[in-house]
């Protein structure tokens, strides 16, 4: 028996033995038990695509979190960062890490009434006269289904917009502290993040729903960039080299009817599109219990991921965080982080941040980027609140 199968069969017996324990105390166990092993050689790799690189999902990320960079001397940062006193060789390796959430998330529920997503997304912006940074923040259900009987939904909120930290809490008071923002339509922003559409307002909105219909009829999702069906959704392979083989036939059709920039190198830009694809399938599609570990094992064979260690994600949860950079535009490089909960296999946050950084009128520069934390994916048979206000 090779390695991989050792340690896939160990981590199963851990799992069941940790069922109907708390996710963060399943997860230290787990991860203890990991640390332990025998460090699993990589295994011969499925057929590659290119070296990794991010640009198809920085195009369809539906909501951009800002995060400030601080001065040398500042000890405040918005983007959340590792947490664990854990020495790097005694960490588990992206490779463990990602195996053992693929052992979990086959146990998940396999159906229901309803495949239900809820993200928080936290953004921040340079404030009209660029002397703060401000922090945004909202809420994003989807209550997909496929009964004839029931409707399909997605439920909105404004959660409200404040200072991001003490240092531009100082510079909003010292300018009145206002409490709603209106951007004039010619600032400068230098393409790092977009002129809101109306004002900014301080206080939280009300939650809107809208009735998904039109083309979203019958659809489960979208995958590379297409809305799918249920009965696509369903035929997603649950086996790791047929699921790779699947996804890359995708993203050939998808390629070819691409409008590519001068320059684009399309074997990077294939990689990153399949790393994407399997975020996105573990992390909002529908897609079977085995679809949904046979993309972390994909992700557990592609090269450029790294272990990070413990992470604190932006709603406060503990999980294990794996690293990888990307050059997303010639020039501009971006620093993600994948924040995974190994004892349930539940991604819990991504957290995007370029390099590169824009400089407030004090001569303070910030970091940008973006995060979306998942604070439900699954299955279910509740049914949706459904507020009064309706889109």
């Known amino acids: 028996m090779n390695h991989d199968q050792i340690f896939k069969d160990r981590a199963r017996v851990l799992d069941e033995d940790l069922a109907g324990r708390a996710s963060t105390a399943g997860a230290d166990a787990l991860l203890a038990e990991i640390v332990r092993l025998e460090r699993v050689p990589a295994r011969r790799p499925l057929p590659s695509a290119g070296r990794a690189l991010l640009g198809l999902a920085a195009a369809t990320a539906a909501v951009a979190v800002i995060t400030p960079a601080m001065l040398p001397g500042d000890t405040t940062s918005g983007v959340p960062q590792p947490t664990t006193s854990v020495s ?19 146990k998940a529920r396999a159906d229901g009434d309803y ?6 997304s936290r953004s921040t912006k340079i404030d009209p006269t660029r002397s703060y940074v401000l922090e945004t923040s909202g809420s994003f259900e989807m209550w997909m289904t ?18 991001a930290t003490p240092q531009d809490e100082a510079a909003w008071r010292a300018a009145g502290a206002p409490t709603r923002w209106r951007y004039p339509k010619d600032m400068e922003t230098k393409g790092m993040f977009s002129i809101p559409f109306g004002p900014l307002e301080a206080a939280a909105g009300e939650r ?18 297409e809305l799918i069906t249920w009965k696509e959704v369903r035929a997603i392979p ?3 080299d047929k699921l790779r083989s699947y996804l890359e036939e995708r993203i050939t059709r998808h390629l070819l009817t691409a409008d590519l920039g001068p320059g684009t190198d399309v074997e990077q830009l294939r990689a990153q599109i399949l790393r994407q694809d399997c975020v ?15 993309a972390y094992r994909i992700l557990a064979s592609l090269p450029g991921i790294r272990a990070e260690g413990e992470m604190t994600d932006p709603l406060g949860r503990r999980g294990q965080a794996l690293s990888y950079r990307i050059e997303a535009e010639p020039g501009l490089f971006t620093e993600i982080r994948f924040v995974v909960d190994p004892g349930t296999g539940l991604p819990l946050a991504e957290v995007w941040t370029w390099t590169n950084t824009i400089e407030l009128a004090n001569g303070r520069r910030m970091e940008i980027g973006h995060s979306t934390s998942f604070q439900a994916i699954g299955w279910t048979d509740e049914r949706p609140e459904l507020p009064a206000s309706r889109s």
Request: proline share 8%; glycine share 8%.
């Open 146 to 163: 496929q009964r004839p009987d029931l409707e399909s939904w997605r439920i909105r909120q404004d959660l409200g917009v404040k200072p």
């Open 280 to 294: 996105d399938i573990i992390s909002r599609l529908p897609a079977s219990p085995e679809a949904r570990a046979s």
């Open 88 to 106: 790097a060789a005694a960490r588990p390796t992206a490779r463990q890490i990602l195996l053992a959430a693929a052992v979990s998330v086959e």
């Open 238 to 240: 649950g086996e790791p």
């Open 208 to 225: 809107v729903v809208e009735r998904l219909h039109g083309k979203w009829e019958g659809k489960a999702g979208d995958l590379t960039g």
């Open 115 to 120: 495949w239900r997503t809820v993200t928080v």
